[in-house]
């Protein structure tokens, strides 16, 4: 009989393929690094706690260190009838120290431990995408700056709305990431809570020191009931809920890549290195970056909602549906991370078309609003100003004229309130600086808006990985 760790009351071997079907190894051996560290650290209060010797407890954690090593070096073998990574650790170990190594799992279960790893794992992952979220927000910040002076039409329902600044457009990609950020710390509060301790969903009848492993292992906070310790993963499923926003974010730049790069809009170009071509259309280049992470959106969603599916009406405590949220949580962390670092590098290179942003923001009549609001200024009610405006425009469309085309005796023959100043009114620079509210598209207030996120950035710096 294959020696398995809960053998004992087996009297038959588990058969080929429900071990196969059974087993996580194959996906949890990603978590190794943050098993043996849990497992250290559990050995040292053991030992400490007198709960086996220190003799004991230091041999484990040699052990231990030397499977870390071994592991490292590729020397491991994960095998599928070890069923996961905990136990294939905890059979090496054995292997190498001897009888000793079966004490590792004392006032243990797999059920607390592999809550503890997936916590661990997840409080370096939030914090790695933290700062690729900062990357992507200091390239944006790059993009801004550099094209300060460019102005664009401003959509709603996808029609030109009023003009704007290219760079107030892209700080607003800047705010959300913001907030997606501050969204992934309020998950590190609650993911950053020791587990451990709860054993099986019980407790524990050993005299453990579970403030010691907490302090050890830099968990902010000891779970207070075991049930819910080894039965809980909304901390997996509000990282994945957070990350299902970000790449929400994320989509929407990219689909606003995609049609500004397209010759409909001709805004911007992406650089070479970050498109293809086509194997039939000798003269096409595809926005293929922007496009996959908008389509990659499609798998963190997914995601979100197996995991979601996954936990529903499961009963209390430990079930093992639960080894199902492994793939999906790793599936969310590596497609998050690769979509940020890649459309960090990607906006550094987008070259801005200045003068055809500024011919769609002159086409139509984007400063109509700027008409009205003239009128009123002259006191004129709102809802009169944008009637007589409205007509002006129906004659322009009449004319087959913009409204810089216009005389001012054109704007006269529409009302007698209109001087000589409204010929700068209509100008689109003037419309947007004259937008100074708070949070407004006047160049004042954009560089404000970027110096103050440079200042929340605190002087970090972009680092590229390419090349
Ligand atoms: N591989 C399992 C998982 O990922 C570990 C916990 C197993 N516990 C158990 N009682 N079978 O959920």
Not at 23 to 28: E, G, K, L, N, R
Not at 68 to 87: K, P, W
Not at 389 to 404: A, D, F, H, S, V
């Amino acid at each position: 009989m294959s020696q398995k760790p809960w053998g004992g009351r087996f009297t038959r071997d588990t058969s080929k393929i429900v071990e196969e079907f059974t087993a996580s190894i194959h996906f949890d051996k990603r978590l190794y690094k943050q098993d043996i560290r849990g497992s250290m650290v559990h050995a040292r209060m053991l030992g400490k706690c007198g709960i086996i010797t220190e003799a004991e407890s230091k041999q484990i954690v040699q052990g231990l260190e030397e499977i870390l090593a071994e592991i490292q070096r590729g020397e491991f073998a994960f095998l599928t009838e070890l069923e996961d990574i905990h136990m294939a650790i905890e059979r090496r170990l054995i292997e190498k120290i001897g009888e000793v190594g079966g004490k590792l799992h004392t006032a243990r279960s797999r059920n607390d431990q592999v809550a503890l790893d997936l916590r661990l794992y997840l409080r370096e992952e939030t914090q790695q995408l933290i700062d690729l979220i900062k990357q992507a927000q200091l390239s944006l910040l790059t993009l801004a700056e550099n094209n300060l002076e460019v102005i664009m039409p401003g959509y709603t329902h996808l029609q030109r709305a009023q003009p704007i600044l290219f760079a107030h457009h892209v700080m607003a990609y800047v705010e959300m990431l913001e907030r997606d950020k501050e969204r992934f710390q309020d998950c590190q509060k609650r993911i950053n809570v020791l587990p451990l301790g709860s054993a099986a969903l019980a407790g524990t009848s050993f005299p453990i020191d579970r403030e010691f492993v907490a302090r050890e292992l830099g968990f902010q906070e000891v779970s207070r009931n075991s049930i819910d310790a080894v039965s809980d993963r909304d901390f997996v499923i509000e990282t994945a809920s957070v990350a299902s926003l970000l790449m929400m974010h994320l989509s929407r730049l990219c689909e606003e890549l995609v049609l500004w790069s397209s010759a409909e809009f001709g805004f911007i170009e992406l650089s070479d290195a970050f498109c293809t071509g086509s194997s039939i259309m000798p003269q096409k280049k595809n926005p293929d970056v922007p496009e996959l992470i908008r389509g990659k959106t499609g798998r963190v969603y997914g995601a979100l909602l197996s995991l979601l599916t996954t936990m529903k009406s499961l009963p209390l405590a430990y079930n093992r549906d639960m080894q199902e949220d492994k793939e999906p949580i790793f599936e969310v962390i590596d497609t998050v991370k690769a979509s940020l670092q890649i459309l960090s590098e990607l906006l550094l290179e987008v070259k801005v078309n200045r003068s055809r942003t500024f011919q769609a923001a002159n086409d139509g009549f984007s400063t109509a609003t700027d008409v009205a609001d003239y009128l009123v200024r002259k006191g004129i009610p709102f809802r009169v100003a944008h009637e007589i405006t409205g007509n002006l425009i129906r004659y322009c469309l009449e004319q087959g004229k913009k409204l810089l085309d216009l005389d001012l005796e054109e704007f006269r023959k529409f009302s007698r309130d209109f001087d000589s100043d409204i010929l700068q009114v209509i100008q689109v620079s003037e419309s947007v600086n004259s937008r100074k509210s708070r949070g407004g598209t006047a160049r004042e207030c954009v560089v404000k808006a970027i110096e103050e996120a440079k200042k929340r950035l605190g002087g970090l710096e972009i680092q590229k990985h390419r090349e």
